[in-house]
């Protein structure tokens, strides 16, 4: 049922209730039903046309259907009046989405990328990545996003200093550029630290290990 107000209601809370179909001369649909808790009224509504693909209804509103009494001469005026003209025109808007479009908008794929650029979250939250995995062409762009070089840590680093939206501006712009330039970019979390061993101590009441004599 091509409505989302009372008929398609009705619809959903009497599903055994019985329909009747009418035929139109261009392939409209109209469904009526007993409206529910309303003796001698009924519901009529349009039904969604066959043979169209879910993207062709992108943005068409619903024609949606009425309540009409019992009379049929004073039902078949409201609903020419008020049901057919917008079911024509939802009808030809949607065909018309068939003509011109009829396969689904689906996103292309990502294009090859020349060389990668992986940034890393660090835990203390500066973004960056070793010197040597950055690609030439890109640390210009780096610089530029105030990306800076620490010497003693040999990396390319974002400081955690900037606020998180000044960050994600950055990071943001910096990975449009890259990408513009075939340079493809990934964001990952660092590595944990290895876990530190450190020797065991003696146990109390034991001897401890007699040391060496230093020499003079």
Not at 8 to 30: H, K
Not at 47 to 62: I, Q, S, T, Y
Request: glycine share 4%.
């Amino acid at each position: 049922m091509w409505d989302c107000g009372t008929p398609n209601s009705a619809l959903q809370d009497f599903p055994n209730a019985p329909i009747a179909l009418l035929d139109g001369p261009e392939e409209e649909q109209l469904c009526i039903i007993e409206r529910p808790r309303y003796p001698r009224r009924y519901l009529v509504a349009p039904l969604e046309p066959e043979g169209f693909k879910p993207h062709h209804f992108r943005r068409v509103d619903e024609p949606n259907g009425i309540a009409v009494p019992d009379d049929p001469v004073r039902a078949a005026a409201a609903v020419a009046r008020r049901v057919l003209p917008r079911y024509r025109q939802a009808l030809e808007t949607v065909r018309d989405n068939a003509r011109t479009q009829p396969e689904p908008p689906h996103r292309p794929h990502a294009a090859e990328a020349n060389q990668t650029l992986t940034l890393i979250w660090y835990p203390d939250g500066a973004v960056g990545a070793p010197y040597a995995s950055v690609p030439d062409d890109a640390r210009s762009v780096l610089y530029s996003h105030r990306f800076h070089y620490s010497p003693h840590e040999s990396a390319f680093l974002l400081p955690a200093s900037h606020s998180d939206a000044d960050r994600a501006m950055l990071i943001q712009s910096a990975v449009r550029k890259l990408t513009a330039q075939g340079i493809g970019v990934n964001l990952r979390r660092a590595a944990p630290a290895a876990p530190t061993t450190n020797r065991p101590s003696a146990l109390p009441g034991l001897p401890q290990p007699s040391q060496p004599p230093r020499s003079r």
